[in-house]
């Protein structure tokens, strides 16, 4: 890493830095947010069909990448754009500065739930906006041999940062169920300020869209068409997005599923869910440079062979959490056996999964596509979304944990078959 340090153009050392800040800044909002879900069912008493809803938001709104990527096309001050969007995304979470503080006024309140939840619909709506933009951003001023390694370090930095967030708030919320009026507010203000650091990263326009005489939804048909011809065009692409749909399928139908399992069938505190997500967050960033250079020399598609893997693997320990139900209790944190080869695998599928869903579609496109690419794999993703997390919540209830488990390890094999023979097929 320090090799490549010392090699660093002007331009990619200053991006470099802002892209470092802003990780760091980013790694605590993540941080906090990782117990989001935590905090709707424990502590504001949502439904699991809240959960299954709160899943939703954080991905369905990908969907309008497409549209967004129209608007980001003919924009000539991005920074000016990205910067509007933080806030007026971010600043209404200072509402739940209002929210009730004790049990006894949320009890029976499904109204302070919806509300969390449009909060945070509002929340996510930045990321279809701001997703593309870190991508044609770094693209722009990182070479090549360089993008992997660079943005590896950067997600390891936030990853470090990140799970220092998240024991802290999980043992603050074992202290006070209810300190996240406060939390969240502040959280906000780090949204914006994040968003302000990475408007700082120079962006060199190549040529501006200037098709705003043409009206935006014949210009967003016309990106439909073109995400079409991208997929007839490039094969090694396509696959690559039909093997995340897969994989996609069994991650949207398992995430909401895993919540609920983890408060209504193991009854884990806090602390105890922030021990498990530090536990595997950690291990992923000790293994952020390796697989950063993997991903430089590897075809992206094998990559992702080896990251849905992990995945497999992960859901299998889980399932078997049923049957082999010991545990031990450590100050206050209950550590189930089976969790621990859980999250060995989940720590390896955080690290490839960090680098292969929001650089993996850079791999395929020309620098100047870069956004483009990746607000069609946005698009997918919100697509999955429209379904996936309600559908799994509905297998829970209809067919039990394990059928859904199986499910989506079915799902996760044939994305697997997908990428393995479409290296063979399609070489990039």
């Known amino acids: 890493m320090k090799e490549i340090l ?80 933080a806030w007026v995304t971010r600043l209404p979470l200072f509402i739940l500065i209002f929210f ?16 969390f939840l449009l909060l945070f619909l509002l929340f996510y709506l930045a990321n279809p906006i701001i997703y593309p933009i870190i991508n044609l951003l770094l693209k722009n001023n990182y070479r090549h041999e360089h993008f992997g390694p660079l943005y590896s370090y950067a997600t390891g930095v936030n990853k470090l940062v990140m799970l220092g967030a998240t024991f802290l708030f999980g043992l603050w919320l074992d202290a006070n169920p209810y300190i996240f009026i406060y939390v969240y507010p502040f959280m906000a203000g780090l949204g914006i300020l ?19 005489r043409q009206g935006i939804w014949v ?32 991650w949207m139908t398992t995430v909401a599923v895993i919540t609920i399992y983890f408060e209504k069938g193991l009854h884990l505190s806090y602390s105890s ?76 599928f955080a690290a490839t999964m960090g680098l292969l869903w929001y650089i ?3 791999y395929f496109s020309k620098n100047q596509e870069a956004a483009e690419y990746q607000s069609i794999h946005l698009t997918m993703t919100g697509i999955r979304a429209l379904y996936g997390p309600i559908l799994g919540v509905l297998f829970y209830r209809w067919f039990g944990l394990t059928f859904t488990f199986i499910f989506a390890m079915v799902a996760l094999l044939a994305a697997m078959a997908v990428m393995s023979v479409s290296i063979r097929k399609h070489p990039a």
């Open 219 to 250: 210009s967003v048909l016309d990106s439909l068409k073109n995400m079409l011809r991208i997929f007839r065009e490039n094969k090694p692409y396509r696959d690559f997005e039909t093997g995340f749909a897969l994989y996609g399928f069994a």
């Open 360 to 362: 993996g579609s850079a």
């Open 273 to 348: 869910v922030a021990f498990y997500k530090n536990a595997y967050n950690l291990l992923s960033i000790l293994m952020f440079p390796f697989f950063g250079k993997l991903i430089g020399t590897i075809d992206p598609r094998k990559f992702g062979v080896y990251t849905f893997l992990s995945l497999f693997l992960y859901f299998l320990f889980l399932m078997l959490t049923q049957v082999f139900s010991g545990n031990t209790v450590i100050l206050g944190v209950t550590i189930y056996y089976t969790l621990i080869p859980a999250y060995l695998s989940h720590a390896v």
């Open 6 to 85: 010392k090699n660093l153009n002007p331009d990619e050392r200053k991006a470099f830095v802002l892209h470092m800040v802003y990780s760091i800044i980013e790694g605590i909002i993540l941080g906090i947010l990782a117990l989001n879900e935590f905090v709707l069912i424990k502590s504001l008493k949502g439904t699991d069909f809240q959960i299954g809803i709160l899943f939703q938001f954080s991905s369905v709104l990908l969907i309008f990448s497409i549209l967004f990527n129209e608007w980001i096309k003919r924009t000539a001050d991005k920074a000016k754009l990205i910067r509007i969007v």
């Open 194 to 212: 994040s968003v302000y650091v990475l408007a700082a990263i120079p962006y060199h326009q190549h040529d501006l869209d200037n098709s705003g």
């Open 100 to 115: 009730p503080r004790t049990v006894e006024e949320i009890a029976g309140n499904s109204v302070y739930g919806s509300l």
